[in-house]
């Protein structure tokens, strides 16, 4: 069975510190997605991850993918108020860009002045 | 000029009810998605389509019929409504091909209640 697992499921952090969300997956996959979901908003593409070793930042995040262990993490750093949201692994299964996502269960993160 | 919109934002009808969503894309992609959110946030594929062909189709209740007229519009008709169909959908699409990159476009969402 296809699995998504993200770790924690719910994360409160104070500002300024750093944190790392883990996503593993059951099954071989050429993508790995993280999406940022603002309450009662859409899903918002953060990064696309496509190779084994492959780092990508963006501001105070950072995202990064293992395809032999099957692990992506999306590392956190000097959290600020607006970083606040649930963000989502997803894989892909399916052939040239049409499969379908299988998503993690989300990750809410809180951020606290 | 919204990538992905979804109408309507809201529906809230009674059970038994059918009602149709609509989704348009002005990405020019030719791959669209139907997810369903449910109240713990999980998010499941319902359905694609790929150059108004359906490409997937999970095991969603027969009461649920998406269509797409051409490539830009996917919508999803919902027969007999039950208590269990409240969720936001989510309607999405990406452009295909080996090499392509690009994630999946999220439209805003259909809040579907029933009472």
């Known amino acids: 069975e296809l699995k998504v697992e993200q770790n924690p499921l719910f994360l409160s952090m104070q500002e300024g510190k750093n944190y790392t969300i883990y996503c593993n997956y059951s099954t071989t996959s050429d993508r790995l997605y993280w999406y940022r979901q603002d309450p009662g908003k859409s899903l918002e593409s953060l990064f696309v991850l496509l190779s084994n070793g492959a780092v990508k930042q963006e501001g105070r995040l950072m995202a990064s993918l293992d395809t032999k262990a099957r692990l992506s993490t999306l590392h956190i750093t000097a959290a600020v108020h607006d970083l606040s949201a649930t963000y989502f692994c997803?894989?892909?299964?399916?052939?040239?860009?049409?499969?379908?996502?299988?998503f993690g269960q989300g990750t809410t993160l809180q951020v606290k002045p | 000029d919204t990538a992905v919109s979804q109408t309507p934002k809201y529906l809230v009808t009674q059970m038994g009810n059918d009602k149709s969503i609509k989704c348009e894309q002005n990405?020019?992609?030719?791959?669209m998605y139907w997810y369903k959110q449910d109240s713990k946030k999980f998010l499941k594929i319902m359905f694609s389509?790929?150059?108004?062909?359906?490409?997937i189709n999970e095991t969603v209740p027969n009461r649920f019929s998406p269509k797409s007229p051409d490539k830009a519009h996917l919508n999803l008709h919902i027969n007999s409504l039950e208590l269990g169909d409240s969720a936001v959908y989510f309607c999405a699409s990406s452009q295909s091909g080996f090499y392509s990159n690009q994630p999946q476009h999220f439209g805003d969402g259909t809040r579907l209640s029933i009472l």
């Open positions: 997803a894989i892909s299964k399916g052939s040239s860009n049409t499969g379908k996502l299988i």
């Open positions: 990405l020019g992609h030719d791959t």
């Open positions: 389509y790929n150059n108004k062909e359906l490409i």
